[in-house]
């Protein structure tokens, strides 16, 4: 049984203690993260959408296969010219025959709408109490932990547990599942390849141990990406048969209409096991939920019984 971690709660600017191997204490240093907002935060100009523009949004998500009326109208109005410049076009009638003439590019569309910052460690206290405290307090072997990433995108969040997990030795055992509505997300994910500069944040004992040398890139270490299983679904169509031990949605409900997100996280507050846990974004909070209960920043716990 992996022994429990001592060592104080960390700020972005201090360090993580964790137990290495049984008897070896290691001090691993976090780099500064930078405290940006996303966005999506910018304040809203305008409450409708243009007909013309409200035309187009409908018929991209429809060929993205994704559900236009679970996300809020102001957040599409205000992605729609970032939309536009990632398509080199200047307007959506110009947008609509290049996606016509170069369908590869809807996902490049459809990711300038609905994905925000992510990185791997966003939010670093988040991620360091899932080390020192929710983790471990996980079931131990040979009990299978379940753990479900929603909207993982190209998978910086389940490769960061994925981490976490090998480092206390909780790895085996787990199963990990990635979900995304974007079938190039989920291509990224099953690819688990990244640049230098995304892996600056990360200690460098870490980058060594879990990343090797791929051309000019980065990729994560076979042992972790085999232990990530992937599958392609909207979570506000379908959901994942429970019962889970740990969800992280994290920074995408903002995104929904508030009516779309209370019903998904009545569903995540059924589909967690008690004792399991619910990891959001800061922006959020689990509305209706009456058995989920906030245990620090970000982080819910499903009572018991």
Not at 52 to 65: P, T
Request: proline share 5%.
């Amino acid at each position: 049984m992996t022994a429990a971690i001592q060592s104080p709660r960390i700020s972005r600017y201090e360090h993580v203690v964790f137990r290495q191997r049984p008897g070896k204490r290691r001090r691993i240093n976090f780099a500064p993260t930078q405290n940006s907002k996303d966005s999506f935060n910018a304040p809203v100009t305008a409450s409708l959408l243009d007909p013309c523009d409200a035309a187009f949004l409908r018929w991209l998500f429809a060929q993205a296969g994704l559900e236009l009326r679970s996300y809020r109208q102001e957040t599409l109005h205000r992605r729609l010219a970032a939309c536009l410049r990632s398509l080199h076009v200047n307007n959506v009638a110009e947008a609509r025959k290049l996606l016509l003439r170069q369908p590869d590019k809807i996902a490049v569309a459809t990711d300038a709408l609905v994905i925000g910052v992510t990185s791997l460690f966003r939010d670093v206290d988040v991620f360091d109490y899932l080390l020192q405290s929710v983790l471990p307090a996980l079931p131990q072997a040979p009990y299978r932990r379940r753990i479900w990433s929603v909207g993982s995108s190209d998978g910086d969040e389940i490769y960061s547990v994925a981490i976490l997990l090998a480092e206390l030795g909780l790895l085996d055992h787990t199963e990990l599942l990635a979900t995304d509505c974007r079938s190039a997300a989920i291509a990224n994910i099953r690819k688990a390849t990244y640049r230098l500069a995304d892996l600056q944040n990360i200690p460098l004992e870490w980058r060594e141990r879990y990343f090797t040398p791929d051309g000019g890139d980065w990729r994560v270490v076979r042992e972790l990406r085999q232990a990530v299983q992937t599958r392609l679904a909207d979570v506000t169509r379908i959901g994942e048969p429970g019962a889970w031990d740990m969800i992280l949605c994290r920074n995408m409900a903002m995104y929904l209409r508030p009516d779309v997100a209370t019903d998904l996280w009545a569903r995540f507050e059924e589909a967690i096991r008690p004792g399991g846990f619910l990891i959001l974004g800061k922006a959020e909070r689990p509305q209706g939920c009456t058995r989920l209960s906030m245990v620090a920043p970000c982080i819910y716990r499903r009572d018991r019984g």
